[in-house]
């Protein structure tokens, strides 16, 4: 009788060993959230309907808003870092999609305290054969997100439109703004490079924990209102490729503010 309760003992001690070193196995690959989450200063982003004001006091509401995100990276407080394969780091955040604002990658269990991705979409899948170029990057079919130049063979990776009183009436009849911010840096000749890498820190808003059975969600804050900073859209209406992108897109980085994590 003694013999048999040792028995179950062992028993009981190697299987909690065993799934405790499953549990905490950092090859071992799981989901984690990104969630994206536009916002016009201390509001709420709604499309169309939303009154703002940029650092220029300039009234405007926004009726599109979309921006590439791509080439994301998390990393350990110790250090370690993870590149999520390429070819499953492509995403289009669309504010009238709220399905595309939770981006879900794959990355080895453990504790991250920082992550990182490129708004926009690199040099090297800007210029890979089409056949390369699928789903949200596929050019020519599928969908219509007006996010790429045909006539400049390249990604638009942050496009932002809307009403304003201080731009121009258009042939349209309305006073519109465009923000339509890309350029790779080009490859054959240089040219304008509005790719920006943007970094967030995640410790005080609390580590991301992934574990296999349990998906933890960042939740990243966009603010719009920091895209103008140093522009005023009555002397801007309209910026596409052009010298004054760059300071649209070194505002980017600026863009983006960790609120919480939820683990």
């Known amino acids: 009788m003694r013999q048999a309760k040792l028995l ?4 009981f001690i190697f299987s909690a060993c065993k799934k405790d070193s499953i549990a905490t196995d950092s090859t071992a690959k799981a989901t984690l959230s990104i969630q994206f989450d536009n916002v016009a200063g201390d509001k709420n982003l709604q499309l169309n309907t939303g009154n ?3 650092e220029a006091g300039e009234q405007f509401n926004v009726s599109l808003l ?4 791509s080439n ?3 990393k350990t407080a110790a250090g ?3 590149v999520v394969p390429q070819d499953s780091s492509y995403f289009l955040i669309s504010e009238s999609n709220p399905s595309t604002q939770f981006v879900k990658v794959k990355v080895p269990q453990g504790d991250y305290a920082s992550i990182s991705f490129v708004l926009g979409v690199d040099s090297l899948r800007s210029t890979m054969d089409i056949d390369k170029r699928t789903g949200v990057l596929d050019p020519s079919g599928g969908h219509d997100d007006g996010m790429y ?9 942050f496009r932002m439109e809307g009403i304003a009183a201080a731009a ?9 703004f465009r923000y339509h911010i890309g350029g790779f840096g080009g490859y054959s000749a240089p040219t304008i490079n509005n790719i920006r890498t943007i970094s967030v820190d995640l410790n005080a808003g609390g580590v991301a924990k992934v574990r296999v059975g349990r998906q933890p969600n960042i939740h990243l804050m966009v603010d719009i209102l920091k895209a103008f900073k140093g522009a005023s859209i009555a002397a801007n209406p309209t910026v596409m490729f052009s010298e004054f992108s760059g300071k649209i897109a070194n505002n980017f980085t600026g863009m983006f503010h960790h609120d919480h994590t939820e683990n």
Request: proline letters at 6%; a positive charge; zero cysteines.
């Open 8 to 11: 179950i003992l062992s028993l």
């Open 52 to 54: 703002y004001s940029n």
């Open 66 to 69: 979309q921006y590439f995100v």
């Open 72 to 74: 994301i990276k998390v």
């Open 80 to 82: 370690v870092e993870y």
């Open 149 to 157: 130049w045909g006539w400049n063979s390249g990604y638009i990776f």
């Open 168 to 176: 121009p009436i258009d042939p349209s009849g309305q006073r519109k």
